[in-house]
């Protein structure tokens, strides 16, 4: 009558896991590309906050610690 066996509903339910999954992982892949280029071309110079300087060095040097 056309109903999928309990072994088609598993295999279709981790096929649909499964690329949920690596939809997430190259949506987080992108926005990773993303702030390291921000990172990479951060001028602390023009930073007037001081606040908010100490936080962009602490985040620069966290991130070039890294690669």
Not at 13 to 41: A, G, M, P, R
């Amino acid at each position: 009558i056309g109903l999928m066996t309990i072994e088609e509903i598993k295999k279709k339910l981790k096929f649909d896991l499964i690329e949920k999954v690596q939809n997430y992982c190259n949506k987080f892949k992108v926005t990773c590309e993303k702030y390291s280029l921000i990172v990479d071309n951060m001028e602390l110079e023009l930073i007037t906050d001081e606040k908010e300087l100490r936080v962009l060095e602490k985040i620069k040097k966290l991130y070039f610690l890294e690669n």
